[in-house]
Nanobody, 130 residues
Framework: EVQLVESGGGVVQAGGSLRLSCAVSGFAGDDFAIGWFRQAPGKQREGLACMRKKDGSTYYSDSVTGRFTMSADAARTTVFLEMNGLKPEDTAVYSC???????????????????????WGKGTLVTVSS
């Protein structure tokens, strides 16, 4: 059973930084896509960034490009989201997700950010105070 466990959320002042982590376990294959999403109260879920395990190729949504950076450990079974210049509107539950299919197409990963992935973590709350 695939498990995704996020950590690192908390309360931070506007302009500050946070680093979220997501540990992946239970996946039997050798390649997957993993991504970060968020959902603010009363808003739709938003895809932020995703990475392909096999080669580390990373894709970002326009809304966080330049402020958020996704990275991974050497095995790419723990991924991170470094968030800088946080704003009150970044307040949300941040979740990581995994998708078992992969393709050699950037459009596929951008599509995952739009439509979601198969397996989800429970999320971690990030609150940015003004």
């Amino acid at each position: 059973e695939v498990q995704l466990v996020e950590s690192g959320g908390g309360v931070v002042q506007a302009g500050g930084s946070l680093r979220l982590s997501c540990a992946v376990s239970g996946f039997a294959g050798d390649d997957f896509a993993i991504g970060w999403f968020r959902q603010a109260p009363g808003k739709q879920r938003e895809g932020l960034a995703c990475m392909r395990k096999k080669d580390g190729s990373t894709y970002y949504s326009d809304s966080v490009t330049g402020r958020f950076t996704m990275s991974a450990d050497a095995a790419r079974t723990t991924v991170f989201l470094e968030m800088n210049g946080l704003k009150p509107e970044d307040t949300a539950v941040y979740s990581c997700a995994l998708h078992p299919e992969t393709y050699n197409s950037g459009s596929f990963y951008r599509g995952l950010l739009l439509y979601g992935m198969k397996n989800w973590g429970k999320g971690t709350l990030v609150t940015v105070s003004s």
